[in-house]
């Protein structure tokens, strides 16, 4: 489990758990079109690891990315997350998975009514958690992102770059095993996308394992993660230290 502080003094995360945090085995995906989004896909993702989701349009991202959170289910084969044999999950068990995985949204997802501090503090408040527990969380939260100064603010008084942290503030509020990005800076520009990919990274060195799909070519072949390649609802390359095209 991560606890979103720096365990070593070189600032380094420290591995604590010993199992996968993400384990695929096998799994087919197929939706009542008929239409087969994953076909035997297996994959295993270690705590503290950061990877990049990569593929064309219609690759199976999408579907990868909700059989981690439950919003798919599986036709055939195992999905684990967070300690969580998902593809067994009963519905009134898959919050507790939810607690245990982050998600952020290109289109940031934020409400609307409720300033920066209320909605970081809303994925906390669902769970019932102690009050002060949830001030607690929330404080740390909007530090680790910077906008300690703006948690009074609304959404619509946000630029599109503040809005992503204080998305990225609530997805991390609860202490995540896992932190899933789904574009994170598709609607932003060059210079924010690479502020919010900073932020993903600072957020990885504190333990938290990051997921990231994107289609943003320049930042994946810069950063040199691990890249994990989809096509056709197949995993067509897994490589450490990737680019965003497969070589050759």
Do not use: C, K, M
């Given at each position: 489990m991560s606890n979103l502080e720096p365990m070593n003094t070189d600032g380094s995360a420290e591995l604590l758990a010993?199992?996968?945090?993400?384990?695929?085995?096998?799994?087919?995906?197929?939706?009542?079109?008929?239409?087969?989004?994953?076909?035997?896909?297996?994959l295993t993702i270690n705590p503290g690891e950061f990877a990049f989701l990569v593929g064309p349009s219609g690759a199976g991202k999408s579907s990868l990315i909700g059989l981690l959170v439950r919003?798919?289910?599986?036709?055939?084969?195992?999905?684990?997350?967070?300690g969580h044999a998902v593809h067994t999950l009963q519905p009134s068990e898959v919050p507790y998975l939810r607690r245990r995985v982050g998600v952020v949204f290109q289109d940031f997802r934020l409400l609307q009514r409720r300033t920066v501090?209320?909605?970081?503090?809303?994925?906390?408040?669902v769970t019932g958690a102690p009050r002060e527990e949830v001030d607690a969380a929330v404080e740390r939260a909007l530090r680790i992102v910077g906008l300690t100064a703006l948690a009074e603010r609304y959404p619509d008084a946000l630029?599109?770059?503040?809005?992503?942290?204080?998305?990225?503030?609530r997805a991390i509020v609860g202490n995540p095993e896992l932190l899933i990005a789904d574009e994170p800076t598709g609607?932003?520009?060059?210079?924010?996308?690479?502020e919010i990919m900073e932020l993903l990274g600072q957020i990885n060195q504190l333990g938290v394992t990051v997921l990231v799909a994107t289609h943003d070519s320049d930042v994946v072949t810069t950063l040199r993660k691990r890249v994990i390649g989809l096509e056709g609802g197949r995993l067509i390359r897994d490589?450490?230290?990737?680019?965003?095209h497969r070589a050759g």
């Open positions: 010993v199992e996968p945090v993400v384990t695929l085995r096998d799994v087919r995906v197929q939706y009542p079109s008929g239409h087969t989004a994953l076909a035997g896909v297996s919003d798919v289910i599986p036709l055939s084969g195992e999905v684990h997350v967070a501090r209320e909605n970081t503090a809303f994925a906390l408040e630029s599109g770059g503040e809005q992503q942290r204080a998305a990225i503030a609607n932003l520009d060059p210079l924010i996308s690479w490589e450490a230290r990737g680019t965003y």
